[in-house]
């Protein structure tokens, strides 16, 4: 690890040199640890926070429906007019194309009681020309992570992660990572424009492989989406000694970047088994809470150990804007957004599942508002598909 040159942790500002220094220097200045409940529960005082926790349920491991294979379910939301729920599989056709499901969750709006899940339809995301998108390891193939249900349009908005060659997927095509419209058949409907900062390229530059678009919400002023983890640029993923960042891009309604932030991600919660063995961490989803407040789930895997999930309240008030900045490291001098812990949610399900998915969920009677997270359960037998559901305050 480099010296880190200028540090002001009250000011919360940070210049740094190199990679590691970045994200050490910022895993201080977060300072999630020392805002979160003692128990490592909800966070008291101001803010969002979990009131009750409503209850799980599971669909079946490798259920069928309409002659497609339930799984890999990696995005939720929910059409608040109708009370229908979205959900995508990020499957690249190992079973079945790239598609979304549609369903319920019924959550008694009186008592809060999440009484079940059901799947009701299954859509086939289309290309342009109406086909479906290739599969795994074909040129122009999706790898869809993220869906989000527009009201104003009545059409979804969904983010692939694309694809790209790395060191250890020498032969993989480069497939553009995307977020786009889709009607509510499936069909094509445009797509955003995404900066040249966050495109993928067969380079140390950009986003890493499995580092690209999982977390997307809308705004009151536009389009929302969070890259997973650190481009080559701005530094090295998490390890246990060091966080990392990623990045927040904003987009107003017309599909145009206008804002972008640093978004400080925690350093791995524990060293995989053994120490040598793989360790994957970032944002596997964000949810707007209002107009510059999120929140953002923070997923790890780890070797030997098994999943890690928290969930943070973060404001990009004060934070600077880094659309324009090539870099995050070597020299800059910028302003993260500031985070605070609302709940590690491994106390709600044992074992921690790979919860990838954030929604809001209808308002109870109580005024309390629904928060559900679901999990993808990588089509592997070891793992399920569950649905957390919460009762929230400050929202």
């Known amino acids: ?74 995005g939720i939301d929910r059409d608040p007019r109708t009370g229908t729920w979205y959900l995508v599989s990020d499957d690249r056709w190992r079973y079945d194309p790239a598609r979304f499901y549609t369903g ?106 499995n580092y690209g678009f999982e977390a997307l919400t809308f705004t009151p002023h536009g389009i929302a989406a969070m890259v997973e983890g650190p481009r080559y640029e701005d530094g090295d993923a998490p390890t246990v000694r060091h966080g990392a960042l990623t990045r927040l891009t904003l987009w107003d309604r017309g599909g145009r970047a206008r804002a972008q932030y640093a978004y400080p991600v925690d350093r791995l919660p524990a060293a995989p088994k053994p120490p040598a063995g793989i360790a994957d961490s970032g944002v596997s989803e964000i949810l707007a809470v209002g107009g510059h407040r999120f929140l953002a789930l923070e ?52 074992p921690a599942q790979n919860l990838e998915s954030l929604a809001w969920g209808p308002r109870l009677k109580t005024g309390e508002c629904t928060l559900v997270t679901g999990s993808d359960d990588n089509f592997d037998a070891r793992e399920v598909t569950e649905f957390l559901a919460f009762a929230v305050r400050g929202c």
Do not use: C, Q
Not at 157 to 176: A, M, V
């Open 104 to 209: 319920r969750l019924d959550i008694d709006r009186a008592t809060g009681a999440f009484e079940g899940v059901k799947i009701t339809g299954v859509t086939t995301l289309r290309r342009p020309d109406g086909s479906p998108y290739p599969g795994f390891g074909e040129p122009g193939s999706a790898d869809p992570e993220t869906i989000r249900f527009d009201p104003r349009t009545r059409r979804v908005l969904w983010g692939s992660e694309g694809d790209r060659p790395d060191e250890t997927h020498k032969g993989i095509p480069l497939s553009p990572m995307s977020l786009g419209w889709a009607r509510r058949d499936g069909r094509y409907a445009g797509r955003l424009d995404v900066p040249a900062g966050l495109r993928l390229t067969a380079e140390h530059r950009g986003p890493r492989r």
């Open 1 to 74: 690890m480099r010296r880190v040159t200028t540090s002001n942790v009250n000011g919360n500002w940070t210049m740094v040199r190199g990679a590691a220094a970045t994200a050490a220097v910022l895993a201080a200045m977060t300072g999630a640890p020392a805002m979160a409940a003692a128990d490592g529960g909800e966070a008291p005082g101001k803010g969002l926070r979990i009131t009750r926790f409503l209850g799980e349920r599971r669909l079946p491991h490798m259920m069928k429906f309409k002659d497609t294979t339930v799984g890999g379910l990696s």
């Open 299 to 350: 997923r790890s895997w780890l070797e030997g150990v098994g999943y890690k999930v928290k969930l943070y309240e973060f404001d990009v008030r004060g934070a600077t804007d880094v659309l324009h900045r090539e870099s995050l490291a070597e020299g800059a001098r910028f302003r993260p957004v500031r985070k605070r812990l609302v709940a590690d949610l491994g106390r709600y399900a044992d």
